[in-house]
């Protein structure tokens, strides 16, 4: 089981209590992430950046002796491979890929086939 969890200021007490209750991992979902649903004052000013909650985690679980085994996935505006990369530096196992990176997947994608037709004619 993975657990989902808003970086706030309680993030590495939630991670650690997950990590002793045997969940497989945890989702940190950072400062500014979300569906889309929610108001703006909210994705905008609340909750902790990525960049903090990350590295304090991957810590507290070290030391806590929990963390061998346990999957850290950040979730937080990931657009680019440098996101990503910049998370796996700060700690964690996995990312979850922000909506922007499926827009432009799809983008692409329609490009790419919309090329194709005009070549065929």
């Given at each position: ?26 989702i ?45 996935i ?48």
């Open positions: 089981m993975l657990v989902k969890s808003a970086a706030s200021n309680q993030i590495v007490f939630i991670v650690v209590g997950v990590a002793r209750s045997g969940a497989l991992g945890a940190v979902d950072g400062a500014g992430a979300g569906t889309g649903a929610a108001p703006r004052i909210i994705r905008d000013h609340v909750g902790l950046p990525i960049d903090f909650a990350i590295p304090v985690a991957d810590k507290l679980l070290m030391e806590n002796g929990v963390r061998n085994g346990f999957i850290l950040g979730s937080s505006m990931i657009s680019f491979g440098s996101d990503i990369f910049k998370l796996l530096l700060l700690g964690v196992n996995m990312a979850n890929v922000s909506t922007a990176a499926v827009h432009t997947a799809e983008h692409h994608r329609q490009s790419t086939a919309k090329n194709s037709l005009n070549a065929l004619h």
